[in-house]
T-cell receptor, first 117, second 115 residues
């Protein structure tokens, strides 16, 4: 299957600082990227959907000014957690899709474990 | 609205025995159904999907799933479980002609295969 590379895999940052997570589609053009957050022993919670060259669409309850998403190219999307706080500590996963057909599966990055101290 | 239910939080099975991880769905329209597996501190790996055609779908690592429209189910199965199959499994759905919408995931089922 297609490969989505997500970096870093783990990051520890101080409260109040910002952290950038990168997600790259290595062998396909990701016209759409999805960003998820996963709490321990829970399912994936969709945070936002971004289409290349457009502003991201955020799910209800997700602060767009705190979780900045950029999808400037067909192979790169970034999530920046601004002014991070301990409650932002979580596992963040990106997912890319190459086509708009509903039957196309999405491919996931390896995830980023963010710890805010 | 679309939804997916995975009724079991945990499934335990002995190595070599058959395994089943249950999934039911609720959609208004024709569903596209997916199974993903997640290992600790990793992203999700695609296992298999049902789009159309044969109700029995075969996927990676010897897994298969059967689409049952009358029961709105898409249970994941494997004839002989391996210890290495122990992981978190997610069922997901998307509706035909729903454009570029994200997958809707179930809450996940933790599979534990005991040697």
């Amino acid at each position: 299957g297609a490969v989505v590379s997500q970096h870093p895999s783990r990051v520890i940052c101080k409260s109040g600082t910002s952290v950038k997570i990168e997600c790259r589609s290595l062998d396909f053009q990701a016209t759409t990227m999805f960003w998820y957050r996963q709490f321990p022993k829970q399912s994936l919670m969709l945070m936002a959907t971004s289409n290349e060259g457009s502003k991201a669409t955020y799910e209800q309850g997700v602060e767009k000014d705190k979780f900045l998403i950029n999808h400037a190219s067909l192979t790169l999307s970034t999530l920046t957690v601004t002014s991070a706080h301990p409650e932002d500590s979580s596992f963040y996963i990106c997912s890319g899709r190459g086509f708009s057909g509903a039957g196309t599966e999405a491919f996931f990055g390896q995830g980023t474990r963010l710890t805010v101290v | 609205a679309q939804s997916v239910a995975q009724p079991e939080d945990q499934v335990n099975v002995a190595e070599g025995n058959p395994l089943t991880v249950k999934c039911t769905y609720s959609v208004s329209g024709n569903p596209y159904l997916f199974w993903y597996v997640q290992y600790p501190n990793r992203g999700l790996q695609f296992l298999l999907k049902y789009i159309t055609g044969d109700n029995l779908v075969k996927g990676s690592y010897g897994f298969e799933a059967e689409f049952n429209k009358s029961q709105t189910s898409f249970h994941l199965k494997k004839p002989s479980a391996l210890v290495s199959d122990s992981a978190l499994y997610f069922c997901a759905v998307r509706v035909l002609n729903s454009g570029n919408t994200p997958l809707v995931f179930g809450k996940g089922t933790r599979l534990s295969v005991i040697a």
